[in-house]
């Protein structure tokens, strides 16, 4: 079976560069096809990105804390790209300060992402949720 | 003595250039008036002609051809993201020297089919997808252009996992496969599709259009001027096995209709923490401003720039600039013959220069982040080239050629704007940068060795 495909990057004006380049490493290993669009990536071009690289997924990172505000419509702009049931992913220090997970995690869906991860989320649960989001099983042992 | 002469078929203008390859020097260079709807060999004939009056009968050993005329070699490109590999698609076949007519992306319409067929262009090339990503859209596109009326040939270079069936869509249409554009996200791959279309343009186009009957004076028209002067460049630039070039450089060629602007250069960031925005760009990029030139397309610059700007280089009074545009829109073979037209002529060129420049370098965005002062940079930094070349007629006929030129540089109010900082401009006197890319196809060393003398001066200085 080909491999899915995910489009990956740290939202809005957030500068973090290396934790993105661990989960590219991550994800490949798991078994995936990764595009990794680096920092300080617009909605915009996670959407181009999907678009041209005919992505299953769309991960998005955020650890400064505006992720709330940068992730804001994603969802509505994928569905007018034609990216309509597009898989969508967010993690890390997604809200300002310490809010209760649950609240958080309500609110990101409410804004239409399929999973909400908070801080310190090891990328092994991810991958397991990609697993399950897809429906493929997962690998026996790690090449 | 083992002279070579070199031809350029314009649209208006055939140029000749006689050289001697063992002594690396020009002979001569002339040129006659041309149109398309003449057989072209008269023009070469006077032009050749003239030529004589300046060096004497020659007997050549060798001729080779290059041609902008009837149209240029006249390309659409197909992609899917405008910003992704639509924008691969156009570089692709600015680079090889086409005249893009336009770009389309996502799913071709009827409409667009109307368009196209009415443009009737001479290649098309078909792109979309990363290898291994969307297929639906060029495979749609090329349902799309099966339908078309004649059997144009069409490139197909997007994503390789669909791009047999593209080939098999198409059926008895002549089609080419080759190399994706952009294999992955926003790596571009323009070479293996650039050679495509010389090829096919030496194949197929040139016969076409009626100018293999100069196939009895010249050994053959080897490539579009485009594509000529691009060659130039990049061999001025880099040189050729031993021999070294001048190093990175930014070409500026202003026309009646249009300005193209080269540049032969990395543009990498000049600091690490400079975050790339949008797709790679070609090491040896060519850009058209379709807009902006001195006769055809002098509304243009008026528009990009403003009369405010005009009046300002020029002194002459804001009311005034509209009415000397509108009267050399209307008077394209027009040659300045008093002070204000020299005046206004030599503020446009300037804004022109200005203008396609800007468009063609990268441009520098401050943005703060909670993390701190970040910089965006998309396109080419171009601030550490060391040279500006200057060619085309209006430039090196021109008064004022190097104030001119130096609108090409880096301008402290626009900071963003990443063009050259400390160029020194070089100015291809006797036109022969085309001639040289033509040259070099056979006589590589030799083309270098006569840009380095005509045109950078090395060696020469009394």
Request: charge should be negative; proline fraction near 3%.
């Amino acid at each position: 079976m080909d491999k899915k495909k995910l489009v990956i990057g740290v939202i809005g004006a957030d500068v973090h560069a290396v934790g993105i380049s661990i989960l590219q490493h991550a994800f490949e290993d798991a078994g995936f096809d990764v595009t990794n669009l680096g920092v300080m990536v617009s909605q915009e071009e996670y959407i181009s990105a999907a678009i041209e690289t005919g992505a299953d997924g769309i991960m998005v990172s955020s650890l400064y804390g505006h992720g709330e505000l940068d992730c804001r419509g994603l969802r509505e702009k994928c569905d007018e790209a034609g990216l309509k049931g597009i898989l969508l992913y967010v993690g890390g220090n997604i809200v300002v300060g310490k809010q209760p997970f649950d609240e958080v995690e309500k609110r990101f869906k409410a804004m239409g992402f399929d999973r909400v991860f908070g801080p310190g989320t090891a990328p092994e649960t991810t991958i397991a949720a990609l697993y399950e989001d897809f429906g493929i099983e997962a690998p026996k042992t790690a090449e | 003595m083992k002279p070579i002469l070199l031809v350029d078929f314009g649209s208006t203008n055939t140029k000749v250039t006689a050289v001697d390859v063992e002594n690396c020097e020009v002979l001569g260079t002339a040129a006659a008036y041309t149109t398309v709807e003449t057989d072209i060999n008269n023009g070469l004939r006077e032009a050749v002609s003239n030529l004589e009056k300046i060096t004497g009968h020659i007997e050549y050993e060798e001729r080779y051809a290059c041609s902008s005329a009837a149209g240029g070699l006249k390309m659409i490109s197909i992609g899917l993201v405008p910003e992704l590999t639509a924008q691969a698609s156009r570089e692709a076949s600015l680079g090889a020297g086409a005249k893009v007519w336009k770009t389309y992306s996502f799913n071709l319409t009827k409409g667009d089919m109307r368009e196209i067929e009415e443009y009737h262009p001479d290649i098309i090339l078909l792109t979309g997808g990363t290898d291994g990503g969307n297929s639906e859209c060029i495979l749609y596109n090329a349902q799309m252009l099966s339908s078309l009326s004649y059997d144009c040939p069409i490139v197909i270079a997007g994503n390789r996992c669909a791009a047999e069936e593209c080939q098999e869509i198409l059926g008895e249409r002549t089609t080419y496969l080759c190399e994706n554009v952009m294999p992955r996200l926003g790596e571009l791959n323009v070479e293996p599709t650039q050679k495509q279309i010389r090829e096919i343009f030496l194949k197929r186009i040139v016969q076409g259009k009626g100018l293999s009957e100069a196939s009895d004076l010249v050994s053959g028209i080897i490539m579009p001027t485009p594509s000529a002067m691009l060659t130039a460049m990049e061999l001025l630039s880099d040189g050729w096995e031993e021999i070294p070039g001048i190093g990175e450089l930014v070409g500026v060629d202003l026309g009646g209709a249009t300005t193209d602007i080269y540049s032969i250069a990395e543009g990498s960031p000049a600091n690490m923490g400079t975050v790339m925005k949008g797709i790679q760009e070609p090491y040896a990029k060519r850009s058209v401003e379709g807009d902006i030139g001195m006769r055809y397309s002098v509304h243009g610059i008026l528009e990009a720039v403003g009369d405010r700007r005009l009046s300002k280089i020029s002194g002459i009074n804001r009311q005034k600039i509209k009415e000397l545009v509108d009267y050399l829109g209307d008077h394209t073979d027009y040659i300045p013959d008093n002070e204000e037209m020299e005046k206004m002529d030599y503020a446009l060129a300037c804004a022109a220069v200005e203008t396609a420049v800007a468009r063609h370098a990268g441009s520098l965005e401050q943005v703060y982040t909670p993390c701190g002062l970040t910089y965006l940079q998309s396109g080419k930094d171009l601030r550490r080239v060391k040279y500006v070349v200057v060619t085309g007629g209006a430039l090196i006929h021109a008064k004022h050629t190097e104030e001119i030129a130096k609108f090409a540089l880096y301008d402290e109010s626009t900071p963003g704007s990443l063009r050259p900082e400390n160029a020194e401009i070089l100015v291809d006197r006797k036109y022969i940068l085309a001639a040289m890319g033509l040259l070099s196809q056979h006589y590589p060393a030799a083309a270098l060795e006569i840009m380095k003398k005509e045109i950078a001066y090395y060696g020469h200085k009394e």
